[in-house]
């Protein structure tokens, strides 16, 4: 063994021969638990496998190199085994291998045979293999052909957007779609920002997420901090702004304004002041009007053009009652919820849900639930019931029906469910039709039994007429965190689509509190089904076998697995899956549904009451608290008896990457009249993921977190920001393909919107970015537009 002697091909066998040892240590001892927990052998297996080899390549001996080759083979196989040609899944079975095994093989002492051009060969063409696998993981095609436009006339587009976009949700119906068609398939390449504005107005825990409406040659948004603009449609040219002057301290997780309303008086005089009212909700709990044409504050609603939500709830702590959603109106009455700031305190201010009227600001009706003998404010002395269920997203009315519908989120205490009420469980994580003339609920449907998992309903829902039995009935399309879409008479709330049951565990900490079965739609869900230790994942061995660990560590028994105290337990989605506060998209003429989702999990952990104080974590406003105690996760729950633990997403710890394997989002297209899939591709690329938190700059699909919805048009396009790539795209609606896209000065978390002014169409985003999806703050207003013309 004279070549090794002291070279640097020696000093380089000995460095490769102690790194293989070391990582041999680390999988026998991370392996050897996983396998009395009982899982997988391999790591255990491959770590004695490494030991071994590095030793021998240690001590010069070429035995070595050839048994690495041969572990490198057999993890080849196990790994097909396990994942198949899933590219994501094959990363962190094979790629740091890989890099292992070209400076195994540059090591190997060159004997004159000539073979290693061909080992290099071989490990070149593997490489080759992975990166095509990886590049077509997650897609799956075409399933179904889409219907052409107007071969779903029954299907009413007299709600549609068109010219303007004067709601939230785009028309009455939030069914986010413009009947417009001048940018199409052929043409969208050549789309062009055509102007852009900045707010000016950005944060600490920034996340606009606004939706600008259109009306007349006007567009009305509001920032982060509740500050409201009006820009020119066709030049983005400021024209009057109103700040409301929230204070800092008033901001929750996310200073976030999604959207305003707009409201024309009915009996005023065309040109009159406040004839025509933008209403707003803040994030300290007010709702202000405004005059359309000047921003001048409407000062015959409420005191000086302003009511506060807060009146009645008593003592209400800076940030936990804050409006983030744009407030619906029906029959001149504005109805909005509130945000209360989950997992502070059992018996926080209420979910009471209020309705003013448009002109006076005068309450007309209050929803307490716990007190339905009552249809006003509370009586001196007395406050509206604490700790009761809030809706925080946005609303849908009907005018016609004069109902509005209210996607409601849970009691205080999102993860225990011992000290609820009757009356919270009857409307905890329900659909509520509220009559706004009554002031009194007319229906409520239930997507989750008991909810402690917090599955609130986040998304609005979106009017529809649905086909039953030759007849068109007014329907609600409702999407839920557990990624089910059901199909509801908005007239009663009865399923005109399948709901069927699933088991689901009865223990955990309030046993008798667990539902044995729990609802599911058999009309369409985006589930990818239950999760496994072989969805584990990570950027090398060591980390997926931790994540393994962690899997075998924690309980799980499905999608309603009961909340632990003892052990961390999984959530799967996790709150922040299927659909959120994005909602979906309606394509009316063809009557097909557009829905992004997130494939997310949660690893969560009930704290006792001392563990969760030794750990600093205390609700906002105590003294006590720490930044520690104010970490996203830590829900202190205090009045309830267990604080938890939240782990969204459930990040490894070494590299603060997901631990499933991709993909974490996609967008899927469906048939309304039928729910079956047309087709699903995982959505986001990873050019902004790595390990770290450092970007691997490739644009190759991986299917990434997303918040934020979709918008279609008559053109046959699908326009939406939400993954935490940075990209707005433009998608075929026929094919599920990109056409289009451009990368955003900032992450694009919100609802785009389409309109025409002057002849010309125009999309357009807000690029502010989010702080919880860890996207770049921005304070870009963008719009795009075909070129003009000369």
């Not at 997130?598 to 003294?623: E, M, W």
């Not at 050019?687 to 977190?705: E, Q």
């Amino acid at each position: 063994m004279d070549w090794m002697a002291k070279t640097p091909a020696g000093w380089g066998r000995k460095c490769l021969g102690a790194v293989l040892d070391v990582i041999g240590v680390i999988l026998i001892v991370g392996g050897l638990q996983l396998v009395v927990l009982g899982g997988s052998w391999y790591y255990l297996l491959a770590g004695l496998a490494l030991l071994a080899s590095g030793g021998l390549i240690f001590t010069g001996r070429v035995l070595g190199n050839w048994l690495y080759i041969a572990t490198f083979i057999l993890t080849v196989i196990w790994a097909l085994f396990e994942a198949g040609l899933n590219g994501w899944a094959l990363v962190p079975r094979v790629v740091a291998p890989l890099v292992l095994l070209l400076f195994v093989i540059a090591t190997l002492p060159d004997d004159g045979r000539k073979w290693r051009p061909k080992g290099f060969g071989v490990t070149g063409a593997f490489v080759v293999i992975l990166g095509v696998a990886v590049a077509i993981a997650g897609r799956t095609g075409i399933r179904s052909p889409v219907p052409e436009a107007g071969s779903s006339p029954a299907f009413d587009t007299a709600a549609a957007a068109g010219a303007e976009w004067p709601a939230y949700g785009g028309g009455p119906s939030a069914q986010r779609y413009a009947d417009l068609n001048q940018i199409n398939a052929d043409n969208v390449k050549t789309l062009k920002v055509a102007w852009t504005y900045r707010t000016g107005s950005q944060p600490d825990k920034w996340g606009a997420e606004t939706t600008p409406i259109k009306v007349g040659d006007t567009l009305y948004a509001c920032t982060g901090m509740n500050k409201m603009y009006a820009l020119d449609a066709a030049t983005g040219k400021l024209r009057w702004t109103f700040d409301p002057k929230v204070p800092d301290e008033a901001i929750p997780y996310t200073a976030a304004c999604r959207g305003v309303t707009y409201y024309k008086a009915p009996a005023a005089a065309i040109g009159s002041v406040c004839a025509e009212r933008i209403f707003e909700g803040t994030l300290d709990g007010r709702v202000i009007a405004v005059d359309a044409r000047t921003g001048q504050p409407c000062q015959d609603f409420g005191t000086g053009g302003q009511v506060k939500i807060t009146d009645g709830m008593g003592k209400v702590i800076p940030s936990l009652v804050a409006i983030t959603a744009a407030p619906a109106i029906v029959h001149g009455i504005v109805v909005t919820g509130h945000q209360v700031q989950d997992g502070q305190y059992k018996w926080a201010p209420s979910g009471v849900i209020q309705g003013y009227d448009a002109i006076t600001g005068q309450l007309r009706f209050a929803w307490d639930m716990m007190r339905p003998d009552r249809n006003g404010a509370p009586p001196p002395g007395e406050t509206y019931t604490p700790g009761t269920p809030n809706m925080w997203t946005t609303a849908t009315g009907d005018e016609e029906l004069g109902l509005v519908y209210l996607p409601m989120g849970n009691s205080a205490a999102d993860y225990l469910s011992g000290q609820r009420r009757p009356e919270e469980k009857m409307y905890s994580s329900g659909l509520v039709a509220l009559n706004v003339d009554t002031g009194k609920p007319a229906w409520v449907f239930h997507t989750a039994i008991n909810d402690v998992w917090d599955y609130d309903q986040g998304s609005q829902v979106s009017l529809v007429n649905f086909p039953v039995n030759g007849q068109m009935v007014p329907a609600i399309l409702l999407p839920t965190k557990q990624g089910d879409f059901y199909v509801l008479d908005r007239r009663t709330g009865k399923p005109l689509t399948g709901v069927g049951q699933m088991k689901a565990e009865v223990g955990g900490v309030e046993p008798q509190e667990r539902s044995p079965v729990q609802p599911y739609s058999k009309y369409q869900n985006v589930r990818d089904g239950e999760i496994t230790e072989r969805q584990m994942w990570g950027m090398s061995p060591i980390d997926q076998m931790i994540c393994r660990i962690q899997f075998r560590k924690a309980h799980y028994t499905g999608m309603y697995t009961a909340p632990q105290l003892d052990r961390p337990y999984i959530q799967y989605p996790g709150y922040n899956g299927g659909s959120d506060w994005g909602s979906v998209a309606i394509d009316p003429r063809r009557g097909v549904v557009i829905a992004n989702y997130n494939l997310t999990p949660n690893y969560d952990q009930l704290l006792t009451r001392k563990d969760a104080n030794d750990r600093g974590i205390f609700p906002v406003g105590d003294p006590r608290r720490s930044n520690k105690g104010g970490a996203e996760g830590a829900g202190p729950q205090t009045g309830a008896p267990f604080a938890v633990n939240v782990n969204a997403g459930w990040l490894m710890p070494l590299t603060g990457m997901l631990c499933k394997q991709p993909p974490y989002g996609g967008i899927r297209a469906f048939d309304l009249k039928t729910g079956k899939t047309l087709w699903d591709h995982a959505f986001g690329d990873a050019r902004r993921n790595g390990p770290f938190g450092i970007p691997s700059l490739l644009p190759i699909t991986i299917g990434t977190p997303n918040n934020g919805g979709p918008a279609v048009t008559a053109g046959g396009l699908i326009f939406i920001a939400a993954t935490t790539d940075n990209q707005f795209r433009a998608i075929d609606i026929r094919t599920g393909k990109t056409l289009w896209q451009d990368t955003l000065p900032a992450g694009g978390q919100a609802n785009p919107m389409v309109y025409e002014e002057n002849g010309r169409q125009y999309v357009v985003i807000m690029a502010g970015g989010h702080h919880f999806m860890k996207t770049p703050e921005g304070d870009y207003l963008i719009a795009y537009a075909l070129p003009e013309k000369k």
